[in-house]
């Protein structure tokens, strides 16, 4: 028997980096990127409202007209004058031609007007082009794995295909004459193998679902002959 520390030692010296593919986003998870992915967008792409409310310039005036309205998967840039404010929500675009929104919290207001009860400061919930990231930038390094939010960012900067390390399959060598499988009749003298359940459950943890247990005889000659029948069979395969 050795240290755990010493086998994997053994093992950081003889292995060598896995083959890489091309992977849809969405069947990336658990895998390791081969390269860097760069942002083709700036997120957000325009500027966006952080809240449900009114968009305004900003200055000493309390009260506005409204001169429309901007929901979300809207464009409409409208031209405000500084009397005038639009209705906005939340992740709608912001015109040009305004720069602060106030809350709807904060506003008194009728079908034609509103009044600013609490007003914020200038370029308040306003979240500028490429305020997440920018066009060009670094979104995820060589070797990041991917979860569950990396899909969605990914998802969200419009990126369908990214260049991972493709996973490795895993041979797990049982030996011990003494070992029976769980579910068969256990007879005196054996107990059951738990340890390749074990391990296979571990591998699954980090994203190795292609796993194959053997099992052989507990002495030298069988095990030597099982691993170069299960090391062919697995570059072959």
């Given at each position: 028997?050795?240290?755990?520390s010493?086998a994997?030692?053994i093992?950081?010296a003889?292995?060598?980096?896995?083959?890489?593919?091309?992977?849809s986003v969405?069947?990336?998870?658990?895998y390791?990127?081969?390269?860097?992915?760069?942002s083709?967008?700036?997120?957000p792409?325009?500027?966006?409202?952080?809240?449900?409310?009114?968009?305004?310039?900003?200055?000493?005036?309390?009260q506005y007209?409204l001169?429309?309205?901007?929901q979300?998967?809207d464009?409409?840039?409208?031209?405000?004058?500084?009397?005038?404010?639009?209705?906005?929500?939340?992740g709608?675009?912001v015109p040009?031609?305004?720069?602060?929104?106030?809350?709807q919290e904060?506003?008194m207001?009728?079908?034609d007007s509103?009044?600013?009860?609490?007003?914020?400061e200038?370029?308040?919930?306003?979240?500028?082009?490429?305020?997440q990231?920018?066009?060009?930038?670094?979104v995820?390094?060589?070797?990041?794995?991917?979860?569950?939010?990396?899909i969605?960012?990914?998802?969200?900067l419009?990126?369908?295909?990214i260049?991972?390390?493709?996973?490795?399959?895993?041979a797990?060598?049982?030996?011990g004459?003494e070992?029976?499988?769980?579910?068969?009749?256990l007879?005196?003298?054996k107990i059951?193998?738990?340890?390749?359940?074990?391990?296979?459950?571990?591998l699954?943890?980090?994203?190795?679902?292609?796993?194959?247990?053997?099992?052989?005889?507990?002495?030298?000659?069988?095990?030597k002959?099982a691993l170069?029948?299960?090391?062919k069979?697995?570059?072959?395969?």
């Amino acid at each position: 028997m050795i240290e755990v520390s010493k086998a994997l030692e053994i093992i950081e010296a003889n292995c060598t980096k896995m083959p890489t593919k091309c992977i849809s986003v969405s069947k990336a998870l658990g895998y390791v990127l081969a390269e860097k992915v760069i942002s083709p967008i700036d997120m957000p792409p325009f500027r966006q409202s952080a809240m449900d409310g009114y968009a305004f310039k900003h200055s000493i005036r309390h009260q506005y007209d409204l001169a429309g309205i901007s929901q979300a998967g809207d464009h409409s840039n409208i031209k405000l004058k500084t009397t005038e404010a639009i209705r906005i929500f939340t992740g709608a675009f912001v015109p040009d031609s305004a720069d602060t929104v106030v809350m709807q919290e904060h506003v008194m207001a009728n079908s034609d007007s509103i009044l600013i009860a609490e007003m914020p400061e200038k370029f308040s919930n306003v979240r500028p082009k490429g305020e997440q990231i920018a066009k060009d930038e670094v979104v995820f390094e060589t070797h990041t794995l991917i979860t569950p939010a990396a899909i969605g960012f990914l998802a969200s900067l419009g990126i369908t295909e990214i260049e991972v390390y493709k996973k490795p399959k895993v041979a797990i060598l049982v030996t011990g004459n003494e070992l029976v499988q769980p579910g068969k009749k256990l007879k005196k003298g054996k107990i059951f193998e738990s340890n390749s359940v074990m391990l296979e459950a571990a591998l699954q943890t980090i994203g190795i679902a292609k796993t194959k247990v053997y099992r052989v005889k507990d002495n030298l000659k069988a095990t030597k002959k099982a691993l170069k029948s299960i090391l062919k069979n697995m570059i072959l395969s």
